[in-house]
């Protein structure tokens, strides 16, 4: 996979700053999971690539089952968000990842400011997207599929499942049909251990983001009202197209957010 990355235009001064700040706090990353980065020291994109590495070991994602890979898209596409004025209540970013089983805990709720994995539980995937794994994915009306890419939140109300919450599509030609395609974050009784250990698998949606009835209150009422939400699949289609993805942009909107010379270590264990 190559990653669209912009020639940067930073100074001679400014990269010999950043390789002593990167050799002085610099963690090494298992590259082959996350290639938009890339292991030079003159990278300009390294104090970026500490403060994942530190929040990823920080809030022991791994531990929770939450691949460094998904992580790393996850805010690359939350900082282009931000970077696009679409992001209205920072700090918090929801994560599906579909690789994943239906009957596992593959979705997450994050809190960015205070390091602090919020909730992690069941999420159901679109019907016609597959039976335990999410195999397909669809911007298109009817199909009944889940889609790839980044929502935002937008606000709550009681429909035909009860308390749910809207989302807007942002990736174009991925899931921009989002809301004329009714997806939602909503509750479902289909959505358990109980299903699971009667049928062998938890329910499907049509093509919401479907979580367990009663936890989805609480949930909702912490990722309303702007915030972002981010499906993913290792597809490749996507991973080169989305725009959303593109590094450059996503670290320009971080050193304009941060300290040009961020100075973040990971702490020892």
Not at 17 to 37: E, K, N
Not at 162 to 169: D, F, Q, T
Not at 179 to 203: E, F, L, N, P, T
Not at 217 to 241: P, R, V, W
Request: hydrophobic share 35%; net charge positive; glycine share 8%.
């Amino acid at each position: 996979m190559h990653w669209r990355r912009k020639t940067p235009s930073s100074s001679t001064i400014t990269l010999l700053i950043l390789s002593m700040v990167s050799m002085l706090f610099f963690c090494t990353f298992p590259l082959q999971t996350c290639q938009a980065f890339h292991a030079v020291i003159e990278d300009p994109t390294a104090d970026f690539e500490q403060y994942v590495q530190s929040l990823y070991e920080t809030i022991e994602l791994k531990k929770a089952g939450l691949d460094f890979d998904c992580f790393c898209y996850a805010l690359i596409g939350y900082f282009n968000l931000k970077r696009k004025d679409a992001i209205k209540k920072e700090g918090i970013i929801s994560i599906i990842d579909f690789r994943k089983s239906c009957n596992g805990k593959r979705f997450y709720v994050i809190d960015l400011k205070r390091n602090k994995l919020l909730y992690h539980t069941l999420v159901a995937h679109g019907r016609h997207s597959g039976d335990i794994y999410a195999r397909h994915f669809s911007n298109k009306p009817g199909s009944l599929q889940s889609s790839l890419g980044f929502f935002v939140t937008g606000n709550t109300y009681d429909g035909e499942y009860g308390y749910s919450l809207y989302l807007y599509g942002m990736d174009e030609g991925f899931n921009d049909n989002a809301r004329s395609r009714g997806i939602v974050v909503h509750g479902a009784y289909y959505v358990g251990r109980s299903m699971i250990k009667q049928y062998g698998k938890i329910g499907r949606s049509q093509g919401c983001p479907a979580l367990p009835a009663g936890l989805h209150i609480n949930i909702i009422d912490t990722i309303m009202g702007g915030t972002c939400l981010f499906q993913f699949y290792n597809d490749s289609n996507y991973l080169a197209k989305s725009s959303l993805l593109d590094v450059e942009d996503a670290v320009a909107q971080f050193k304009e957010e941060y300290s040009p010379l961020v100075q973040i270590k990971v702490s020892d264990r």
